[in-house]
C-alpha cells in the first residue's frame, strides 16, 4: 500500500496516493465472490480510494465525498465486515468512540469473470480494437489504463452510476505468421 497521506488530501491527491500504488506495482487484492458483490458500488469503490492514505473515520470520508455521514458508515460497516477494510485504531473524543478505518486495496481481482449485462438503450459506448504490443509496451498500455480509471474512480462525481468492463488477451492468430529473412536463415 501507499505511504499514509496528508491528512487534507483531497479526492485529486487520493487519486496521486492510488497512483503512486501502481509505480510500485502493487498487485490487485483477490476477493471472494462475496467481497465482489459489496464492490459492486460505485460509492464503495469511492470509499475504498478515499482510505488508501491516512486511515479516517466515517464522517471524514463523508467530508471529502461530499456524502452524509449515515450513508458513509452504513458502506464502512459493510466493507470492515466483508474485510476489505482494516479498522486500524480507535480514540475517544467527547465521549464518542471513533473509528479510523484503511482500506486493504484500491485494485481487486475476482475469482468469477464477469460482465455487466446492459439494456441496448442504456449502452454508451463498446470499443473493440486490436493492438501490437511487446511485452514492455504491454506493460505500459497496462499501466497507463490503470492510472486513468483510478483518477476517475477516484474523483469526487455526481451524476448516474456507470460500469466499466475492460477484457484484455493475446490473440492467437489463424494464418502462420510470414517468415522473415531471419528465420529463413535458420531453418536452411
Known sequence: MSQP????????????????????NVQ???VTPEQDKLLES????????TLSGEPLTSKQVAGKLNKTPGNIHYHIVKLYEGGLL?????????????????????MFRSEQLSSFHFRQEDQVEHFITR????????????????????AWESKVTAGDEYGVEIVMGRLQSAEPAPETDTDAEVQE
Open 5 to 24: 497521506a496528508d491528512p487534507g488530501q483531497s479526492p485529486p491527491e487520493a487519486a496521486a496516493s492510488s497512483k503512486s500504488q501502481l509505480e510500485d
Open 86 to 106: 482494516e479498522l486500524v485504531r480507535t480514540e475517544a473524543a467527547g465521549g464518542i468512540i471513533q473509528k479510523f478505518y484503511r482500506s486493504k486495496g484500491t
Open 28 to 30: 490487485p487484492l483477490k
Open 131 to 150: 493492438l501490437t504490443l511487446s511485452p514492455p509496451e504491454l506493460a505500459k498500455f497496462h499501466q497507463e489504463m490503470l492510472e486513468l480509471i483510478t
Open 42 to 49: 460505485a460509492l464503495r469503490i469511492k470509499i475504498m480510494h
